[in-house]
């Protein structure tokens, strides 16, 4: 079965850390630039960081730039994103996509170029 499926979501106190998971089966994730968005409550999805297919080159939101980090591990066929330093405002269900487009930019900003995507991981930042 072709999939997606985030995991690592959770309940966590401001300031902490996250990591979430994006395993793929039944596809190799490594032919694919890869895309995480979130989606909070009453708002629209927004796409907040992206890795690129070709080179791993990496692409942040200025909302997570220097907070989060997006990484892929090829073997694992999954791709992670690291999250620290979170605050309420992080509170939302966090997805991830593929990049339909092949390109070495993967452009998180266009959320039309994503086609698959996961089911979606709530994080919940909260004391």
């Known amino acids: 079965q072709v999939q997606l499926v985030e995991s690592g979501g959770g309940l966590v106190q401001p300031g902490g850390s996250l990591r979430l998971s994006c395993a793929a089966s039944g596809f190799t994730l490594a032919s694919y630039g890869i895309g995480w968005f979130r989606q909070a409550p009453g708002k629209e999805r927004e796409g907040i960081s992206c890795?690129?297919?070709?080179?791993?080159?990496?692409y942040y939101a200025a909302s997570v730039k220097g907070r989060f980090a997006i990484s892929r591990d090829n073997a694992k066929n999954t791709v992670y994103l690291q999250m620290n330093s979170l605050q309420p405002e992080d509170t939302a269900v966090y997805y991830c996509a593929t990049d339909r487009i092949s390109s070495y930019e993967c452009a998180f900003w266009d959320r039309s170029r994503y086609d698959r995507w996961g089911q979606g991981t709530q994080v919940t930042v909260s004391s």
């Open positions: 890795i690129s297919r070709y080179d791993g080159s990496t």
